[in-house]
């Protein structure tokens, strides 16, 4: 088990560019979340996907953003034609679906858009 | 959105001392979890306590939870400064996937 893994760590974009980010789970989960996080706030829900099939989204999630689990292992965030107000902190969790929801979060991938 | 709010927003404390943290939310729950988010890091989960339960221990750590109040508390016993973190309580609500956060207390321990 070496836990949740996201790539990159960093991102720094210009405004009106596009960018993708990647979460690997924990092998034997099939719950996975990401979530965004900005500065002095906890972490705001955006997707949950359960195996390949996205069950929810947020109204945080615009037009803009969109994720996939093609083939519900890891999965893939883009965010299209970037804002300075996406920047952010952009988490990913995953959990066992009898385990209470206790979700285990990975490093993170900070965006800063210029 | 946030489910709650953390209590203080920042605490600070000498090393060797307890440090209480509270956490208030607003709708039923499953459970409630505390996590701990060192700065610029991802956040690592400490403690599930269950709607049924009142009370779990683990390690150095106390986790109270009272359903009537619809609050919870997390006791760190003798802090260290490596314990110099924010901390973050999320509820798992029926009928929803996703966990709900609070926003936070920031904690900093002296040594």
């Known amino acids: 088990d070496t836990g949740v893994s996201q790539d990159p760590r960093h991102k720094i974009t210009k405004r009106g560019q596009n960018v993708t980010f990647r979460c690997d789970p924990i092998s034997e989960h099939n719950r996975l979340y990401w979530y965004r996080q900005t500065l002095g706030q906890g972490p705001e829900f955006l997707t949950y996907?359960?195996?390949?099939?996205?069950?929810?989204k947020s109204r945080l999630l615009s037009d803009r953003f969109s994720a996939e689990r093609p083939k519900g292992s890891f999965s893939t965030l883009e965010i299209q034609r970037t804002e300075q107000g996406d920047s952010a902190m952009y988490l990913c969790?995953?959990?066992?679906?009898?385990?209470?929801?206790?979700?285990?979060f990975g490093p993170g991938t900070r965006l800063t858009v210029l | 959105s946030q489910q709650g709010e953390e209590d203080p927003q920042a605490l600070s404390i000498q090393e060797g001392e307890n440090a209480t943290m509270n956490c208030s939310y607003k709708?039923?729950?499953?459970?409630l979890q505390w996590y701990r988010q060192n700065s610029g890091r991802g956040l690592v989960h400490l403690i599930l306590i269950r709607s049924n339960e009142r009370e779990k221990h683990s390690g150095r750590l106390r986790v109270t939870l009272d359903t009537s109040k619809k609050s919870s508390s997390l006791l760190i016993t003798a802090s260290r400064a490596a314990d110099t973190a924010s901390y973050f309580c999320?509820?798992?609500?029926?009928?929803?996937?996703?966990?709900?956060f609070g926003t936070g207390t920031r904690l900093t321990v002296i040594p």
């Open positions: 996907f359960q195996n390949e099939a996205q069950l929810e």
């Open positions: 969790a995953s959990s066992f679906r009898t385990s209470y929801n206790e979700q285990f």
């Open positions: 709708t039923s729950i499953n459970n």
């Open positions: 999320a509820t798992s609500n029926p009928g929803a996937n996703n966990l709900f």
